[in-house]
């Protein structure tokens, strides 16, 4: 009980001093591991009390498991949404003037805008955008080629003003060659990469590059995948929403609110505790072959797109820093069979550098990690070369 009582006062408390959103769905959905715990110390004192106790007992824990946990969403809300703007209490992170709603794509870069990004003793910087909705790039009217690239926060440049994100990086050394558009954008999925291509499919032109450059795990934050979709915070303050869905050759919208399950993808999957994670691994292992196989088609679509205007069309995963550490990718794609290339194969031979490659909080890459992505993005782009 008194651990319960601990957990129902630190949610409060990190809704009103952080904006991270990983302390705020740790301190909730913990609660969900302890009374799973709680459960198999159940299962053991059935050895010495008998299975009376035992049953009584797990009806107890069953009984108050929902209406803690609504508890709890509750005081993070109040400490998030109404008590903090009352205090004045200063704000961690800001992101404004960034995105706005869209209908097609759910969110949208504001077009012309000038925006800003701010993390407490990270980076505090302005992003640039072009009439467009894209990050800024000075282009060259002489080149002939332009390589157009869809990602999300990694390509986009989360954290990095304009001058210093890889792609304008890669802009100044090839833009004798190409000229280069950053079509990334923070949060994007798969669907939404596809659908921003469709919105700009005027700008690519025959001759042309077509990029998808996601982090392997973006390119499973797809409807089917649902995970990131399916936060507590995401859902308060976006639960309205509708995200697209492709099926039977044509983009279908489908409710946030309806393709979130409380218990297992509100609380299991986004638990980052043994159970969680347990849970979260057989989740992505009995969907694989489902995944694999609508990835496929959409990605499929993608490029069906990119030559009907004569361009080229390339998959290319992000490596992050760990990956680079660990010598693969967080999420498996050894089922995809659409070709693919990634960029471990450029990941630095001096691991220890790694190191100063993301933001402590953020996980994002810093200014020496763009600079490491524009250097391998660089040598990729040599290999095509005659």
Not at 40 to 47: D, P, S
Not at 186 to 205: A, H, K, P, T
Not at 210 to 228: D, E, G, M, Q
Request: charged residues 25%; negative net charge; hydrophobic residues 45%.
């Amino acid at each position: 009980m008194s651990a319960s009582l601990l957990l129902a006062v630190n949610p409060l408390s990190h809704g009103l001093f952080f904006d991270d959103w990983r302390l705020l769905h740790m301190a909730f959905y913990v609660l969900a591991d302890l009374y799973l715990l709680a459960v198999i110390g159940l299962g053991l004192w059935h050895a010495r009390s008998g299975w009376r106790a035992c049953f009584v007992g797990s009806v107890i824990l069953a009984g108050l498991f929902i209406p803690v946990m609504l508890a709890l969403e509750i005081l993070i809300y109040i400490g998030d949404q109404v008590v903090r703007p009352m205090t004045g209490i200063p704000v961690e992170r800001v992101i404004e003037n960034v995105n706005q709603p869209h209908e097609r794509l759910v969110w949208a870069p504001i077009p012309n805008a000038v925006g800003r990004a701010f993390v407490a003793g990270e980076f505090d910087v302005q992003y640039f955008f072009d009439d467009r909705g894209r990050k800024r790039i000075a282009q060259n009217p002489a080149t002939g080629k332009t390589l157009h690239v869809f990602g999300a926060s990694y390509i986009f440049g989360h954290g990095i003003a304009n001058a210093d994100t890889a792609l304008n990086l890669l802009a100044e050394r090839t833009n004798h060659r190409f000229n280069v558009q950053n079509y990334g954008v923070s949060g994007y999925g798969l669907e939404q990469m596809v659908l921003r291509m469709e919105d700009n499919f005027d700008q690519i032109r025959d001759g042309d590059l077509v990029y998808f450059i996601p982090t392997a795990s973006s390119l499973a934050r797809n409807t089917i995948h649902r995970k990131h979709r399916c936060k507590g915070r995401f859902l308060r303050n976006r639960g309205d929403r509708v995200i697209p869905f492709y099926e039977d050759g044509e983009w279908r919208r489908v409710s946030l609110r309806d393709e979130c399950r409380f218990l297992t993808d509100l609380v299991l999957r986004n638990s980052e505790l043994i159970f969680g994670r347990i849970y979260d691994r057989y989740f992505t292992w009995s969907i694989q072959e489902e995944l694999d196989r609508y990835t496929d088609t959409v990605l499929n679509l993608a490029r069906s797109l990119a030559e009907a205007r004569g361009a080229a069309f390339r998959l290319l995963f992000m490596a992050r820093p760990g990956e680079c550490r660990d010598g693969k990718h967080d999420t498996d794609w050894s089922g995809l069979t659409f070709p693919h290339e990634t960029l471990l194969d450029y990941c630095p031979a001096d691991l220890s550098v790694l190191d100063g490659f993301s933001f402590p909080i953020e996980w994002h890459l810093t200014v020496a990690g763009n600079r490491w992505a524009a250097d391998a993005l660089e040598k990729h782009f040599r290999q095509l070369e005659p």
